[in-house]
Each structure stands twice: as structure tokens, then as C-alpha cells.
């Protein structure tokens, strides 16, 4: 859906694209009003299977004149046996954000240190990056529990920090 939107906000006049962002949102809905309800069961979620059939009949039958509608119609259809992965099994979350958050201290790294790294380096960062993050989940201050010198978190007595967000 960001993916979405981001087009429609790069091409604002695209009729097609806003067309394509308009069915998939009104798809998305229900199923998101379901979720809320009823949270992530395959039970009461299957019953959007339908829906999602009818969207990629109308969506795959179209033949667009735009090359970024093309472009999201492809995309649709080559991700189409795993967007709604969601539907068949409990407990599947229906977006990507802890992936998408994970992956980008991944994509951070990789720019800072311009280009490769190798296994160790990745090792090494995934460790340091484990610990940040649970040092702003338990509101401490990254730094301060480096230079505590303590092992574990929970024996850290260190300032917390209310303003400490990742980057």
C-alpha cells in the first residue's frame, strides 16, 4: 500500500494508477476491519479469498497505457501467491513493518560503509544492533549502558532516555 500511495503521489493525475490504488485500498479495508475484530485467523479471514479473486480478474484483464501501471500490474501478479498469505494461515501479520524496520539498519550500514561487508562485520552489526534495539524498547540510553560495562541490560541502572528514537 505505500508502494501505492508513493506512486500516486509522484504521478497525481495517472487515472489509471489512482484507479488501481483505489481498488486495492477497497480491498484492503474489509480486511483490515476484520483484523480489528476479529484479529489475524485464517477462520474469519478466508472469506475475503473472494474479494481478492475479483480484484486480480478486473486487474490482470486490464490493459493499461501507462508504463507504471503496467509496472504495478506486473508487480501485482508476480506477488500475488504471497500478498494475501495472511488469509490462509493464523496468526500471519497482514503488513511487513517489522521487516521493513529490521532491514533498515541493514540498508544504513550498507551506506555508510560504502558497499560490502563480510560475514563477521554483519555478525558483529547484528549483535550491536540487537542490543540498541532493546536498549530504546526498555527506554536506556544506548551509550550509557556501553559505558556501564555491564553484561546485561536488566542490571543497567543507567539514565533513561525518553528522546532516544533509531535513525
Not at 473472494?50 to 490493459?63: D, G, I, M, Q, S
Not at 503496467?70 to 495472511?86: G, H, P, S, V
Request: proline fraction near 2%.
Amino acid at each position: 500500500m505505500r508502494d501505492l500511495n508513493g506512486h500516486l503521489y509522484k504521478e497525481p493525475f495517472n487515472q489509471e494508477i489512482k484507479q488501481i490504488v483505489q481498488e486495492f485500498a477497497t480491498l484492503l479495508k474489509p480486511m483490515i476491519d476484520t483484523i480489528d475484530r476479529f484479529g489475524l485467523r485464517a477462520r474469519f479471514l478466508k472469506k475475503h479469498k473472494v474479494a481478492v479473486a475479483r480484484f486480480y480478474a478486473a486487474l490482470l484483464c486490464r490493459k493499461y497505457n501507462t508504463e507504471l501501471a503496467e509496472k504495478i500490474q506486473t508487480r501485482l501478479k508476480r506477488n500475488r501467491d504471497k500478498l494475501f498469505t495472511f488469509l490462509d494461515y493464523d496468526n500471519v501479520p497482514w503488513n511487513n513493518n517489522n521487516a521493513e524496520h529490521a532491514v533498515k539498519s541493514f540498508a544504513a550500514l550498507r551506506k555508510i560503509i560504502g558497499g560490502s561487508t563480510n560475514e563477521r562485520g554483519i555478525q558483529d552489526y547484528v549483535v550491536l544492533l540487537s542490543i540498541f534495539q532493546t536498549c530504546i524498547y526498555r527506554g536506556i540510553d544506548f551509550f550509557d549502558y556501553l559505558r556501564s560495562g555491564e553484561r546485561r541490560i536488566e542490571d543497567n541502572d543507567g539514565e533513561r532516555a525518553s528522546n532516544l528514537r533509531p535513525r
